[in-house]
Structures are given as C-alpha cells and as structure tokens.
C-alpha cells in the first residue's frame, strides 16, 4: 500500500482494545540532507579516445546498436564519443556500424571492428567513509524530501552515455538525523525502504548496519536489533551511500531515494515483513500470516482476520479457535484462515470492488499488532485456446509497457503523477499495464487496484553477465532473491494476475527458469507465471503463459500449432517512432539522427513526425485479431528518458498515448478509435472511464485529424491524416467538401489538401452515411497569451480535484501558449517561468516533452515545446494525517523542512497560488486547492474513479 494509505491505517488498528505497543508507522521521507558524489572532486576528463587499434577480419563483442557512419574510422569515431560504448565493427559492403557495450570476446568476420580499454577503476571509498560518522557537519548540504533522484538535476551533455539520457550516473549520500520515542524502547523497529536505487550502504551512528543490492526491491531493517540506536532526547543520525555509477537497463533508471520510507514499531511479537497476505478463488478470501516473536519467551497469542468493505462494514470475521504459540528468538510460525465469502462483489475490469483484510495479533484481549491489507474477490484462469478469464468472463488484454521514469522528475515518480498515468492509458481503452521491466513503485499497483486494471509486475532478469542487459554481474542466486522479494510483496494485489520472471536478453540464461518458477510458486501457488521472451523449452516448460516480444501473427499461429495446451500473449508489440506536435509535411523522412526537411527552426532538431498511426495498427493487429493470444502490450504508453538514439535526443519516442511530460500524443486518438470506441461497453474489458482531459469523451465515435492547419514548408498542398472508428470520413474546408474516404478495419483516412486559410473539418459517418462526430482544426495565429490549468488534480483527468496537504502530494500544471482566440499555437517556444507566490507548495520540476530538452530538470523555467510546458508543485506541508501522526513526525524529525501543523490544527490550508510567465510579457496565474481531507488522497480518488 502506498504511504498515505499505511499512515491512515495506523489509526485503526482493529476491533477490541488496543494494546500498549500496538503497530506505528510513520513517514521517513523528510528531513534528509543530500550530498551528489563521494564529497571528492571528479578526476579531470583524459584524452579523447583513440581510434589507432583497428582490426580486419573480426568482430569485437555482441549485439548492439546500428548507428549511421561513413566509413570504419567514422564508425570508431561515433563509439568513441559515446561513454557507453566499448567495442565496435563496421561492415564496409553495407555501410553497417555497430556501436556495443557488450565486449567480452571476438570472433572471426568479414568486419572492420575495434575494442577501447577500460576506464581506470573509480578510487576505492574509505572502509569508515567520514559522511557515515554521527557528528559529521551536514549543515551545507541540501535539505530534500523523498521520493528524490538524485541524477535528474545534473546536466545533460553529449559525453555522458545516450542510455541513460546522456545524464551521468553518480554516487551521492543522504543524511538523516531523528529521535526515537523512550516508550519504543524494548519493541521492534524497523525502517521500511519502498526502494533505492542503485547499491545501499546504510549506517546508523557511525555504524554499518545493512547493505542492499538491488534497485527496485522493497526491504525492512531492524534498527533495535542494534546497539547504536539511542532513544529519547538523543540524536540518531541514519547515513545512506547510493551507489548509482552502475544500473541494471539500458534506459533512464534514476539514482537515490526514488521511492517511499516509513519508520516502523511494533510488539515484539508482530507481523513479519511481507509475512501477510491474502488470496481468492472467487468465492473465499484465504489468509496467511507470518508471525515473528524477538522476545525471550514464548508467547500465545490469538489470529483474527476481518474483511471489511469500503464503508467499513464487517463482511466475515474468523480468529483461529485456540492460542497460537509463537516460540522465541525470532522463530516465525504461519496461520492460514479461510473466510468464505458468498456474496461478497467480485473484483472486474468495469467494477473493481476492494475491500480490506485486517490482521489482528491478540494477546489477553488486547490487539498487540494489526496490519490492513486492500484485496480483492476474484478468479483468474488462462485457456490456450480463448485466452484469459477474469471471473469466467472472456478478458482481451488491451495494455501496454512502461517504465518507472517520467519528465523533470526522473525516477521519482510522485503517487498522483502515477494515477495521472494509468487514467491515460484508461482514456483510450488500456485495460492492463506491464511494469517494464522490474518491480514498480507501489502506487501503480494500488491504483491499477482500484481502477480495474490488469497488471504485468515483472522481475528484471534471470541473472547472469552484462548480457543480461545491464552493467553488474548479479548472480542467479541474487535475482532469486529479487524475485521472492517482488512476489512477497506484490502477492496481495488483486490486479496483479500473473508474473514475469525477465524482459528479452534478460532472459537469455534459460537454465535459471526451474527454479524461478519454484521460487514464484513457493510464495504465491495462485498465479500464472511468463516471461518476455520465447526461447527454448529449457524456459518455456516451466512457463503457464508463454510470452512473446514483438513477433507476427505466423509465429503465434506455429507456436499454438505446436504447442496447443499453452496459453500466449503478446508481451511486448510495436517499434513505432511519433514526436508529438510534428506533421509529416514537416518531417516527411524521419531518422534517427534527424528529420530530413526539416526547414523551419521552431520545430528542430526533430527526428519522427506524428503519423504511427499505419505502423502501429500493422503490428496490433498480429496479435489482437487472433483468439487463442491474450492480449497485446504495446510499447509504450509514453515516452521514457533513455535509451536514447544519439545526441540531443535524450527520450525514446516510443510512447503511443503520451510524450515523457505527459502531454497526450496524436496516437492516442488511433488507439481510443479501435480500442474504446471501436469496443462495446457490453465487453468485460472495456474500461469503463470518465476521464476526457487526455482525448476527449468515451463516446462510440472517435473523429481526430492529426495535423495542424498551417501552410506546410513543402508546397502548397498539405497532407492530413484522420484517426477514426466510423466508416466513412468526409473533409471540409471552408465549409466545402473536399474529399470523402471509407476507413477500413484498423485503418485511417489520408487526403491531399491544397493550403488555403480558414477551417479544416472532419466529418465521421456511419455506415448509413449520417453524420455522427466531428473534429475540427484552424488556421493559428501568433502567440498572444499564456494559460495556466491544472492536470492533475482535476476530475477531467480523474485525478481529483484537490492536492493534499501532506507533504508529499503533487500537481501537474500546463502551461499554454494561445493566439488571440485561445488556440494553442503549435509551434511556439518560449521559455516558460513558474513561480508559487503563495501557499504552501515548491516548484519540483519542469519539463516540456520535446525529446531533445537539455533544460535543467530542477530549474522553474523550461522552453514550451509546441505550445505547451509543464511544471510540477509539491506540497510543503502536512495539514492532513493524522493528529497522532503530526505528534510523532514532530517529535520524530529534527532537521525537515516541511511544516508539520501541530496536532490541533484542523483548518485546511491556504491554496497554492502559482504564477507563469513566458517571453513576449505574457503572465498567467492558477489557484491549486489545497485540502487537509484524507478522501482527496490519490488511492482514494481511484477507488471513486473505479467504482463509477
């Protein structure tokens, strides 16, 4: 469950009388000082690297990426500049240069190839490094708040690796001083950790307590199994080293505190870490705990679970029917109770209905430990023949693949940042997400809860060498481990319906499959497993679901051939390149490394136009026409930092629905015209959604005209696309027809239009010839104002309609650059200032969604990219938890700088007045609404936004 949700289950702890160390959890995120780097100057950059050791006839290393080059010593060159590179080959009959980190051996060929020599190996860090002492000065440091990634604000440059955003990875440290209560003394304390990224080092006092070494896992550390924690009036001081100079992907992963903390006390006698969950068959809710005892004495104690509904009603209740002992020292023991449930409502895609397990730890009538858990009554079965079945109702996976980075903010994404996202692939018929391709932040998962979406959660890879996809070493062992801490953790999710051992390469040491697959079972029998790749049998034998990577419709119809008891989905689909806000007559030949006739200088660099409407259809379609595969899952729903195809681009373009600020792409009207308006809302599937801010209504009709009315740099005839479900399209201009095109199924309508001012409209026909949707477009004129609107929170995007004042909640502003009549003006950039006047909220980060911003992220300003920018305003006080809570972040935290409003405070806060300006003396200002109300938290906005 995501923080604010743990923080307000605290406060109900279960029926009958608390007892006297019952469960506390407060939020660790603030107060941190942060320091980028091991506080020791970078040694100065050395000579550039030499192209002089060429080889004929080999070929260095394996994989790749296909760059342009001219010749073997352009194609050397091109490596060279290119830090993640260390090994290359060109092939002088093609023309082919590969660039490859990948360097370990060389075989014969009819290549020019050449490795460079290793960097020299960073310094060693001291075995008592002096930031990990209690009395270091930190006082010069900056004061965040987690989530907090730490690379994000470094500059972009050609010389750091294209991977990564051509940011650099780095190291850094975070620095915590804190008090513990007196009457904590004698319980179990913990520090939970959602996730850091990359290797933790962590100290406590001066004192080495844990070592962590993978990004993306939650884990728990005991603090009063130490003797360095102090309590009462004493400082604690917790010291965090992020070892983030290496990464597990080869895209934008982030560095430091990316994810929540939560400080953690409870009875020696508790719920172990991930000890808890529960799981259903459709009709009975089962529940496992785990106690662990870290007293000197056996205790007897007494196990109930309650399941409640969202008005907390009691819907079946059952304790076990004699005291459990729970033996000293730590020994765990596990309770299984089953509480059938006849009539409770079944969790669906259209009516996800949620309710709450309460595990209760009794001792002589008192609770002494108590955890909530949000669940879910649901079946899940896979058919080879007609896919899945949710409840015994056909399911069609409509879905898509995205990872855990985004614009300005890099991989720290905020919780209502997350809801944003998943109510945008919602908008345009997504019912599934693939968390590409590790573990995801909590939220996504509690909100593709709440929202009746199906989840993918994915471990990173089987183990192995650098092959695997990334640049450490982890052993199988290792991601052995992974995978049970993901499973663990996840198990009780009711979106989460199957599980993913890898992605693509990562999967490439197929041996490790059997003890994956026993792993996943050991912790969670009730789920099918899969992975992103179709191997051999040496994988595909311990696999439910076989996945598949962007293969054809012929390869699914051989496989099922073959193997006609094994269910498939497509797991990952489509390689189509869009840059939002770019007509094809502006990029009529998109590249990697530019847009050829590209002519007019507010709209490059460019690489790819808007149109993927063809591309992406020709490859849906492979997979979502057939029955036997369970669904499709596109790549991607938005645009990600990293994996970038050479300097100024720093984004991959791949988003289908939205850019990497979250500004909705042209394609999304393709998807929402074949998979919302094109779907009966009789399909179990279909997402029921109210959100129009991405791409209008959820209507039967989807009529959208890609393109820009404005005279294009090639002539005088413009090409215009429409995206549309009806059958028949029919373009006016000026009120006159001219042109008239039937779609067919999957398709779109193209026409040549000569350029004359005025209006352009697309009118949908149904097969009847009557007119049934519309869209129109009109010539723009220069800019002439700004506008200042809220994304998120707001009911048109189903995000809510007011931020929270916690401390942590965000919002998404959009600025826009209008002429005189309010239209956007598309290829405007000026640049863009955000400024909070007053109320309690910071300007975080801002971004535009062009894929070659080099703005700093951390900065108030950015450029517009066709019109539009975006900032995101954190709130900078906590009005709204609980008044116990308050007392104890108070009382907690020694050095934050997010006001905590004492405890009998109970008004809400001032609203956040936040002010733009953008060159050419435009001003515009917004009043975000600030609330102290727990029912504008983003988990429950999606449990409204779910149950509509």
């Known amino acids: 469950m995501t923080m604010a949700r743990l923080l307000c289950a605290v406060a109900v702890v279960g029926v009958g009388m608390m007892g006297a160390s019952a469960r506390e959890v407060v939020n660790f995120d603030f107060g941190w000082r942060h320091e980028l780097g091991n506080g020791v100057p970078p040694p100065p950059p050395g000579p550039p690297r030499s192209c002089a050791a060429v080889e004929n006839g080999s070929n260095w290393g394996s994989g790749g990426h296909m760059v342009k080059a001219s010749s073997a010593s352009d194609c050397c060159s091109q490596c060279a500049l290119d830090v993640s590179c260390n090994c290359w080959d060109f092939n002088p009959t093609s023309d082919q240069c590969y660039t490859k980190q990948i360097c370990t051996f060389k075989v014969p060929a009819d290549r020019v190839t050449g490795k460079f020599p290793p960097p020299p190996p960073t310094p060693p860090m001291p075995k008592v490094p002096p930031q990990s002492a209690k009395d270091f000065n930190d006082t010069s440091w900056l004061q965040v708040n987690a989530p907090h990634d730490m690379l994000i604000a470094q500059p972009y440059a050609p010389t750091n690796t294209k991977q990564m955003a051509f940011i650099a990875r780095n190291v850094g440290w975070y620095r915590k001083s804190f008090a513990i209560p007196q009457e904590w003394k004698g319980q179990a304390i913990y520090i939970y950790f959602e996730g850091v990224f990359h290797e933790t080092t962590i100290w406590l006092n001066g004192q080495q307590i844990d070592f962590h070494d993978a990004g993306y896992t939650s884990w728990w550390v005991r603090l009063d199994s130490t003797q360095y924690l102090q309590y009462g009036a004493d400082t604690n001081v917790l010291s965090v080293f992020v070892n983030a100079s290496t990464g597990t992907g080869w895209w934008y992963e982030g560095g430091g505190l990316i994810r929540h903390m939560q400080l953690v006390m409870a009875n020696d006698v508790h719920i172990a870490p991930f000890g808890s969950w529960v799981h259903t068959n459709g009709s009975t809710f089962t529940t496992e705990t785990t106690l662990q005892n870290f007293g000197a004495a056996a205790m007897s104690v007494t196990v109930r679970a309650t399941i409640s509904n969202a008005s907390s009603g009691v819907v079946q209740q059952v304790a076990t029917s004699s005291p459990v002992s729970v033996a000293a020292s730590g020994v765990s023991s596990t309770i299984v109770l089953s509480l059938p449930c006849p009539k409770c409502r079944l969790w669906t895609v259209q009516s996800p209905t949620l309710y709450t397990a309460t595990f209760d730890v009794i001792s002589t009538d008192a609770v002494i430990d108590s955890i909530n858990i949000t669940t879910g009554m649901r079946d899940v079965r896979w058919d080879a023949d007609t896919g899945l079945y949710i409840n015994e109702e056909r399911i069609k996976m409509r879905g898509f693949c995205d990872h855990s980075n985004f614009g300005g903010v890099g991989g720290a994404v905020p919780d209502r940042v997350q809801l944003f996202r998943a109510q945008a692939l919602r908008s345009v018929g997504g019912n599934a997400w693939r968390m590409a391709h590790n573990p995801p932040s909590l939220s996504r998962l509690d909100y593709m809860d709440a929202l009746g979406m199906l989840a993918l959660d994915e471990n990173r890879d089987y183990g192995g060498n650098h092959g695997q996809g990334g640049m450490t070493d982890e052993s199988v062992d290792q991601e052995l481990v992974d995978m049970a801490a993901m499973v663990q953790r996840d198990r009780s999710h009711p979106s989460v319906i199957w599980w993913s051992f890898c992605n693509e390469v990562g999967c490439n040491n197929e041996s490790a499959a059997q003890s994956f697959r026993e792993i996943a ?46 269910p498939m989905a497509a797991t990952e689909c489509c390689s189509c390149m869009s840059q939002r806000g770019i007509d094809e007559d502006m990029c009529p030949h998109p590249a990697d490394g530019g847009c050829g006739g590209c002519k007019d200088p507010g709209t490059c660099p460019v690489f790819y136009n808007n149109n993927i409407g063809e591309c992406t259809s020709k490859q849906v379609i492979e997979s979502d026409s057939l029955d036997y595969v369970a669904g499709t899952f596109v790549w991607s729903g938005f645009d990600y930092l990293g994996e970038a195809r050479g300097w100024p681009q720093n984004t991959k373009c791949r988003g289908t629905v939205a850019d990497v600020a979250g500004f909705t792409k042209e394609t999304a009207y393709w998807l929402k015209s074949v998979w919302q308006a094109n779907i009966s809302k009789s399909d179990k599937g279909r997402p ?34 429409v995206y549309s479900n009806c059958p028949t399209i029919q373009l006016e201009l000026n009120g006159k027809v001219v042109g008239v095109q039937n779609i067919p199924f999957f398709g779109m309508a193209t026409f040549t239009v000569p350029f004359v001012e005025g209006t352009l409209t697309a009118h949908g026909l149904d097969g009847g010839g009557k007119p049934v949707a519309q869209y129109s477009i009109g010539t723009v004129g220069v800019a002439a104002a700004i506008l200042l609107t809220i994304d998120a929170p707001s009911g048109i995007t189903g995000t809510g309609s007011e931020l929270v004042a916690d401390g942590e909640d965000t919002a998404m502003l959009r600025a826009t650059i209008v002429d005189a009549k309010g239209v956007e003006v598309p290829f405007a950039s000026q640049n863009v200032t955000f400024k909070v006047l007053s109320g309690p909220g910071v300007v975080w980060a801002t971004h535009n969604g062009d894929p070659a911003n080099d703005s700093p992220s951390g900065a108030p300003w950015t450029p517009a990219y066709h019109g539009l920018a975006r900032a995101f305003i954190r709130s900078t006080s906590d009005h709204a938890t609980t008044p116990e809570h308050r007392q104890r972040l108070r009382q907690i935290d020694l050095d934050s700088n997010v006001h905590v409003a004492a405890p009998e405070e109970t008004a809400d806060p001032d609203p956040i007045v936040v002010e733009v300006s953008a060159d050419g003396g435009f001003t515009a200002h917004v009043s975000i609404p600030m609330t102290a109300s727990l029912d504008q938290l983003p988990m429950a906005v999606a449990m409204r936004e779910g149950s509509q």
Do not use: C, M
């Open 521 to 566: 079972k050991l912790w969670d029998p009730t789920r099918a497993v899969t992975q992103n790749h179709h191997g051999t049998s040496l994988s595909s034998d311990y696999l439910d679901v076989q996945g598949f990577s962007h293969k054809s419709s012929s390869e699914f119809s051989s496989f099922h051939a073959a193997n006609p008891t094994k």
């Open 688 to 721: 029921l959604n109210s959100a129009s801010g991405f791409s209008g209504a959820d209507t039967d009709w989807t009529v959208f005209i890609i393109e820009t009315w404005v005279a294009s740099p090639n002539g005088p005839n413009r090409t215009i696309n």
